[in-house]
């Protein structure tokens, strides 16, 4: 196992600069997930750990070493692709000892550490069958197993279920989840995909445009995102975003803790609305409701209301969120808040 730090870290194609004076520290034995949208920097960040590209300035720490003048080979790091790279004419065996051949591993001993990291997959009866004769889900456990076979202080793996159908990402995720905890290493995930890190993270680091946006537990950063992009980019469906009018200050809350009724309720917050849109998904339907200038979304566990159905929606004080105009959180302690409620609650459309 390992720790992985960033010190003043700097990355930059030409004039492009992906990371700008990052630091960061990941936990030893924890299962990290770097996430954020396409271009935020944190398939970057992987590679950097891997030594596939070299940090503009800045230094890369890996369980306290400088690891920049280390080649990837003897970083102590496997890296697991999304397109899973592995090759087409070996069989399941051959690909998972191809580096361990490599590396002049005695024949005897191959063998063991391949059956024995096989059986960990469940792979044991595929051992002698060609890639194309596997399923996606089986093929991704070939490429964890050539990863484990090298063990690894440290685990990178970059959007490695992308490639799944729906079903099979939700199998796997819980498999990598159980392999973690099996193993005890160190796991950095990279994905776009927030459920992925809301299921699976010990720690979250969301990013966006080469700036970690927060670093925290899923659950903190759900019930205390510290902005409005944390607010928005994690939860499906997103946080409900309004603007109070008053010092360009945004209300926001999700979309489970709004209430429908026919009738005005004493919530805080209590506006007439009608539904748009209803998208029953079984446990759960999701309404969209317009009210004045606003469109929100609401999760509610029951079924009761159709589109184009006039209702109130209500949403209680202590569920509201407040943003600044940069974007920033405002602490529930900040003495503004008072305000802030007083005039939502006289923002109402009837």
Known sequence: MASIEF???????DKNV?????NLRIEDGKFTVLVGPSGCGKTTLLRMIAGLDRQTSGSVLIDGKDVTSIPPGQRGVAMVFQNYAIYPTMSVRENIEFGLKNNKVPKEERTRLVESISETVGLRPYLDRKPSTLSGGQRQRVALARAMVKKPSVFLMDEPLSNLDAKLRVQMRIELIELHKQLGTTFVYVTHDQV?????????????EGRIQQEAAPETIYRQPSNLFAAQFIGVPPMNIGKLGTDGVSFGFRPESGVLSDERTGAHYCVKGTIVTREMLGSETIYQVKTGPHAFMIKCTEDLFTA?????????????FFFGEDGSRIAPSDRRVDDYLRALR????V
């Open 7 to 13: 010190v003043n870290v700097t990355q930059a194609f």
């Open 18 to 22: 992906i990371i700008q004076d990052m």
């Open 196 to 208: 992925e890190a809301m299921s699976m993270a010990d720690t979250i680091v969301l990013m966006n």
């Open 308 to 320: 184009d159905r006039e209702v109130y929606l209500s949403v209680d004080s202590d569920k509201l």
């Open 346 to 349: 006289g923002n109402v459309y």
